[in-house]
């Protein structure tokens, strides 16, 4: 998004000057004062940044919540050296991030948020594409396709002898390193020949610009650009998740079928803010809120019993990641993993 830190900043502020945030007292809410600083993955970032408007309606312009979304990898890098309070993450924590957090002194406090999906499109102009299935995609992005896999007629002989051109995220970014594992089959592992970027409106951009484009990024991006874009249908050529290609979809996400490009979205707390009560008034009202929130930003909430899970967790301060022991992330199973 272009709304970076600033305009994210600005905002919140321009709301917080509101009749409601200003009579506070009067309704009888808390009052607390300070700053919650978020940073981050770009396809959290419409979510906390809905909650972050929303708080400070409800809390005023005492707390003041910053934002900005410098790929999950940049938000680890600040939260590790504690430049913030919590980190967007649209991919679980990492071994090596984990052990620099506690080299650093202090822990954290996962939290899943919501469930999404990572949309493939080409060009609207693109009239060849019906579907592509799980090999076709690792054959175009694997290693070992940069320089030499690039035209569509090397996908499927009766496709066009046109060239393929490639947009997707940034190596920084927590979508890039999802996508890697679950199309590739190795975290991080992709050509490098490609149109990349952190941010997603630049891929949009360039999708819907090139007739000859072939891109990935979150679905929300895809939903809220679906006039320009076209989607692709996934095919993982598992019978258990039917016949033929899939679309990402609140349904197709949230019950597994859409695979393996379904994943969950995750916000890390620094257990040192989480003590203060400005971050902890702010966490608890994300959570109590995200439900309703994660649907008005176009993703996918969690169930009800998967929230009630994660609001345990966080109220129990329940330290370290679900995740850091699996082989893969890819297909889990999120209520199952909570309730270990």
């Not at 979150?218 to 989607?231: F, R, T, V």
């Amino acid at each position: 998004m272009k709304k970076i830190f600033l305009g994210f900043t600005l905002s919140l502020i321009l709301l917080g000057c509101g009749e409601k945030g200003s009579n506070q007292e009067n309704n009888g809410k808390e009052k607390i004062s300070g700053t919650v600083k978020m940073d981050g993955s770009s396809t959290v970032y419409p979510i906390s940044e809905a909650v972050a408007e929303e708080f400070t309606i409800e809390y005023g312009r005492d707390v003041k919540v910053t934002g900005g979304e410098s790929g999950t990898g940049g938000g680890f890098k600040k939260f590790i050296r504690k430049e913030i309070d919590i980190a967007n993450a649209s991919r679980p924590i990492k071994k090596s991030e984990d052990e620099a957090i506690k080299a650093a002194g202090f822990n954290y406090i996962e939290l899943p948020v919501a469930y999404d999906g990572l949309a493939i499109v080409v060009n609207p102009e693109n009239t060849w594409v019906d579907k592509l299935t799980v090999a076709e995609l690792k054959k175009i992005w694997e290693p070992a396709a940069q320089g030499k896999i690039v035209k569509w007629n090397q996908i499927r002989a009766e496709w066009p002898n046109e060239n393929i051109n490639l947009y997707g995220a940034g190596t920084a970014s927590g979508t890039f390193d999802y996508f890697t594992e679950a199309i590739v089959g190795k975290a991080k592992s992709s050509r490098g020949d490609y149109t990349a970027s952190e941010n997603d409106n630049v891929l949009v951009q360039g999708v819907s610009s090139d007739k000859g484009a072939l891109g990935y990024f979150g679905l929300y991006y895809y939903e809220a650009n679906k006039d320009k874009l076209k989607i692709v249908p996934i095919d993982d050529e598992d019978p258990s998740n039917g016949e033929g290609g899939v679309s990402p979809s609140d349904e197709t996400v949230k019950n597994g079928t859409y695979q393996p490009l379904s994943r969950p979205l995750l916000v890390y707390v620094n257990t040192e803010s989480a003590a203060r009560p400005e971050v902890n008034k702010f966490v608890e009202f994300y959570l109590d809120n995200a439900e309703m929130l994660v649907k008005d930003a176009k993703y996918v909430p969690l169930s009800k019993s998967e929230y009630d899970l994660v609001k345990q967790r966080y109220t129990n301060k329940k330290t370290g990641s679900v995740f850091l022991n699996l082989e893969s992330t890819v297909g889990v199973k999120l209520e199952e993993l909570l309730k270990k």
